[in-house]
């Protein structure tokens, strides 16, 4: 049986494949960040704990559920757009390990439980319990965001997917790609600089130089560290697709070229106790490198499948409805964000 019979035939999408791309860059970028500042804060939290210095593991526990389900609410929308435009590739991955992507659901409840727990319990709790129960949730994290980069890589190898009809019961994994382990630490580590970033913008709201020195140790360390992360994460893919990213796509190498440049401007901002720099630099380099991301997904798929051959019906309602209720919703959530700080400070 030849992977390409086992490809779903793709629906029609209702505009342009260009918007919801769009979209789904945007929306991932936003989703990434949320997600790396509550995961690398709850590692910082959790060091913090260890070496007995519990202010910043304090403060951070007032934050981390907040941060939590932002993160989970602004999953959603780069999820759907990638059911739009890749569902045909998605769904087969998500059924071939069934088992380990709908366990996410309870791990992810559980987590979201611990972290308030660790908030509205923290006085009552034992030092001991609190890092407990943090390693418990750090754990719980850290199977998420592996199952998700196993689901987003085994999408891209139809050629596994007749694996299935050795083992139906949806405990596949994409265990032997060379690429699985660079991009998991590529974020891993990466989620690391961005909660130290995120400890020093706490530190900017409440005029805590103690904090902004901390975090940004965290936020520069992380990001040199992660620098060679991402090299390594770039040599580990195909030849063919990694020539892409070195001058055969003169768009992914220019883009890739300029998120260097941002990089050295994050570490510099980080050195200097920028707050305000290192905060623009860091989403700009984090939505370029959504971008790459996308063209990555793209050239992997080139074989089977090119998402300019999608068909268009031309039904904009749609999407202008869900435009108009982003713009609403993005206020609203700019308003309740506005209202929390206010209490924060009070």
């Keep these: 049986m030849t992977p390409e019979s086992l490809i779903p035939t793709m629906e029609v999408i209702p505009v342009h494949p260009f918007w919801p791309e769009v979209l789904l860059v945007v929306t991932f970028a936003a989703h990434i ?25 304090r403060e951070l526990s007032r934050k ?18 990638l059911q739009t435009l890749y569902g045909n590739f998605d769904y087969p991955a998500s059924v071939l390990m069934s088992a380990y992507w709908l366990a996410l659901i309870g791990v992810l409840l559980l987590a979201y439980y611990g972290l308030y727990l660790y908030d509205f319990s923290y006085k009552s709790l034992s ?15 850290v199977y998420i965001s592996f199952m998700f980069t196993n ?36 974020f891993f580590i990466a989620a690391l600089a961005i909660g130290g970033l995120f400890v020093a913008l706490v530190g900017s709201w409440n005029k805590d130089n103690s904090f902004i020195e901390h ?53 510099h901002s980080g050195m200097n106790l920028r707050v305000r720099m290192a905060v623009i630099s860091t989403v700009i380099t984090v939505l370029l490198m959504s971008v790459e991301r ?53």
Excluded at 231 to 252: A, R
């Design 64 to 81: 981390l559920p907040t941060l939590l389900a932002l993160t989970i609410n602004a999953g959603v929308a780069p999820l759907l757009f």
């Design 33 to 57: 960040l949320f997600m790396n500042a509550v995961f690398g804060g709850t590692v910082i939290a959790l060091v913090r704990g260890l070496k007995g210095q519990s202010e910043i593991s």
């Design 127 to 141: 030092a001991g319990r609190r890092r407990f129960l943090l390693v418990c949730v750090i754990a719980m994290m």
């Design 294 to 346: 996308h063209f990555l997904r793209n050239f992997y798929l080139e074989p089977y499948f090119k998402i300019e051959h999608l068909t268009v019906s031309g039904q904009w309602t749609p999407m202008l409805m869900f435009y108009g209720f982003v713009t609403i919703g993005i206020v609203a959530i700019t308003y309740m964000i506005r209202l929390w700080l206010k209490a924060e400070r009070s």
């Design 215 to 267: 975090g940004m140790r965290w936020f520069v360390r992380g990001t040199l560290v992660n620098l060679v992360a991402g090299i390594w994460f770039l040599f580990s893919i195909p030849e063919n697709i990694m020539m892409k990213f070195m001058g055969q796509d003169i768009l992914s190498t220019l883009i890739l070229v300029v998120v260097l440049i941002f990089a050295a401007l994050m570490i």
């Design 151 to 186: 689901n987003m890589t085994l999408m891209l190898r139809p050629e596994h997917w007749p694996d299935y009809f050795k083992n139906p019961y949806g405990t596949i994994l994409n265990l032997d790609d060379p690429t699985i382990i660079p991009r998991y630490l590529h």
